[in-house]
């Protein structure tokens, strides 16, 4: 993105969309959300390769870590990027090539030693597709003779019958290059970045499309099926030029004319682009999506019937809160809010005409112009906000969470087929939820209370970062617990140990406790003050807390008994608060085993996710 073309305002998102959307979708949705109890996953709305994340560049990652990969990528980050984004739902992620200055090199080079293990290796281990960026910055021109390739002379007028120039002609052959070296690894490419104002600089529709022709004709048979698209135009509001307009003019140039005439077509495709880019940047959700009906229309007016816009950028500032400070921001909200009514759009109503919608961008990140909260995530950083060196999330923005909901990822919540054979000692299958539950969970859930104290399965084993030590365990969930897998600790009676839900809950709805003062009777042997947090255990929470497994099942209580409503069936108990679970009192059943009942905290968890609805 272009920082210098578009300053986002803070304008409040109007409901608008989502009111039409109901209207317009009620009647299908509930035949596409499936019912299956007692949690449903989000829906599957578009395939995924409908979804992508502009990613951070791997160039930016070489030598980011020089203890561990000195003079090399630093893959930790990179893998990390890379899981993040797939767990997203997102098949699609967007690098950009840079190139780095080199005496005698002309243009510079480009080092393919900072992009080939995550182009080789890192994206296909998580199923990325990739989008490569082909733009100003692949291109280096610090040289004594590389005058002719600064950006501004894409439009100097053309020295050959071709309708080329000395820039034209470099990038197109840069761009071959780059193809030739990975194959089919890049899915597709896109050619410029937001050209009619980058950084200033408006190329004009004429030398856009000469480029287009020329790029195309010389690169596109070195992977006739890698789809090379016409670069992202930028929309913004107060253009000079509209974004619409632009693009008509390059469809009416006489570069793309002349190819459509006399061209070589690959796959019946007339024009010398496979797709066109489009950045729509409003604060207005509504806006960026008029924007791309506009392009649609002058594609369609154009005679380009079968290729499709690709939104390679969309986002808006989403500033969170510092860290430490609880909640949800305005800012941050209002960016879930734009994600919600753009994709929402684009999944219902356009997915006939748009091949792809990519989020900008996967990280918030700073630059030259501070702290840039474009991102679903941000993670761990000093001081400055320097990225620290393993790359790992320290939070997970609600436009995260929107993004999840909408693309609708294959997730742990999924429903399983049942075992082709009966095997109740190795494997158990519930259909009540459709999940199995096999190994050391299964043996640690019939040793430490089973049913009645953690509730059914509702996901799969599946690995997971645990928010409190920032490790990768594999987990499961239950209605009421999550457990962890600790293979440090095989064979002995740690190596399944229960989630910190209930800290965990606590901590993302801002929710914190006052401390008790010690009892003037310490003696007392129906009220136990713990020192640990402050805080008793009395009463029937007591009985219960001793009687089925006391600390390593529920930790240390995190609050005293007070009256709270269930937001599983929105009736009021009294509760009370631990590490692990939360107690809620029935008074109906006083008596009985069901006096007390843990709260649904590995369903909520799930709802909070964004996995289950």
Known sequence: MNFRAYSPLRFPLKLRLLILFWLFALSFLFQIVPSAPPVQAAPGIAPPEFFGVVGRDPWYEWNSDPVNFKNQPNRAFLENMAREIRSLGARWVRIEFHADQRPGFRGGYIDYA??????????????????????????????????????????QPPDRPDGSNNYTRFFATRTREIMSHYGDKIAAYELLNEQNLWYGITAKPESVAALLVYTYTLAKPVQPKVKLLMGGIIFTPNLSLNSAEYLSQIYKSGPVQAFVKNGTHYDGNPFPFDGVAWHPYSPQALTSVQSVRDAINVMRASGDASNKIWV?????????????????????????????????????????????????????????????????????????????????????????????????????????????????????????????????????????????????????????????????????????????????????????????????????????????????????????????????????????????????????PLSEEFGEQNPSDGKFYTVQWFERARFEYHPEAAGTRNEVQLGLLGSQWLKWRGWVR
């Open 312 to 556: 390679t950028e969309t986002s808006v500032e989403g500033r969170p809160n510092l860290p430490g400070v609880c909640g949800v921001s305005p800012g941050e909200q209002y960016q879930a809010d734009y994600l919600q009514e753009f994709f929402t759009q684009m999944v219902y109503a356009f997915q006939g005409d748009v091949a792809a919608v990519f989020w900008f961008k996967y990280e918030d990140f700073s630059d030259s112009s501070g702290y840039q909260p474009w991102g679903l995530v941000r993670l761990e950083a000093d001081n400055q906000n320097r990225y620290l060196p393993g790359g790992k999330v320290a939070y997970y923005k609600a436009a995260y969470r929107v993004y999840l909901s909408i693309s609708g990822p294959p997730s742990p919540v999924d429903r399983a087929a049942p075992p082709a054979t009966i095997n109740l000692t190795n494997n158990l299958y519930f259909p009540e939820t459709g999940h199995h539950l096999t190994g050391p969970f299964l043996r640690y859930w019939q040793a430490t209370g089973g049913l009645a104290l953690f509730g059914f399965p509702i996901t799969e084993q599946f690995e997971e970062k645990n928010l409190n030590d920032g490790k990768i365990y594999t987990v499961q969930y239950f209605e009421r617990e999550r457990v962890e897998l600790h293979p440090e600790a095989k064979g002995t009676a740690y190596e399944v140990q229960l989630g910190l839900l209930g800290s965990n809950l606590l901590t993302i709805n801002c929710r914190s406790f006052s401390r008790a003062a010690p009892s003037a009777e310490p003696n007392n042997p129906n009220r136990t003050y713990i020192p640990q947090t402050s805080h008793y255990l009395s009463g029937s929470f007591k009985r219960y807390w001793e009687q089925n497994g006391g600390l390593a099942i529920f930790g240390y």
């Open 114 to 155: 900072k992009y080939d293990d995550f182009i080789n290796n890192i994206a296909p281990r998580y199923d990325l597709k990739i989008l490569g960026l082909i733009a100003a910055d692949a291109i280096v021109a610090k040289n004594a003779d590389d005058g002719d390739l600064v950006y501004v002379n894409i439009n």
